[in-house]
Nanobody, 116 residues
Framework: QVQLVESGGGLVQPGGSLRLSCAASGFTFSRYAMNWYRQAPGKEREMVAT????????NYADSVKGRFTISRDNSKSTVYLQMNSLKPEDTAVYYCNARVNYIPYWGQGTQVTVSS
């Protein structure tokens, strides 16, 4: 079955960096686009970044452009989110997402807290 397992979250000071990872299994990873979403307390879940199957095209939410970078390693079935210049408003649970055979799958999420 499809599994997505995020890691790498934590507490970081404003201006700091974190790298999230999402290990995928149960499907042919290299065939599917991968996405990162986030959900802050009291807010709707929002798309943060997306990457095409080969990694050739990426897209970002306006709020993270220039600060976050999505990448993937198809040999490891893993997608990454490098987050730099973090702000308190980036505080949220971050989720990995894949749409496999038209069915959306989600990881369990990893908490990112940006605070001094």
């Amino acid at each position: 079955q499809v599994q997505l397992v995020e890691s790498g979250g934590g507490l970081v000071q404003p201006g700091g960096s974190l790298r999230l990872s999402c290990a995928a299994s149960g499907f042919t990873f290299s065939r599917y686009a991968m996405n990162w979403y986030r959900q802050a307390p009291g807010k709707e879940r929002e798309m943060v970044a997306t990457i095409t199957p080969t990694g050739g095209i990426t897209n970002y939410a306006d709020s993270v452009k220039g600060r976050f970078t999505i990448s993937r390693d198809n040999s490891k079935s893993t997608v990454y989110l490098q987050m730099n210049s973090l702000k308190p408003e980036d505080t949220a649970v971050y989720y990995c997402n894949a749409r496999v055979n038209y069915i959306p799958y989600w990881g369990q999420g990893t908490q990112v807290t940006v605070s001094s």
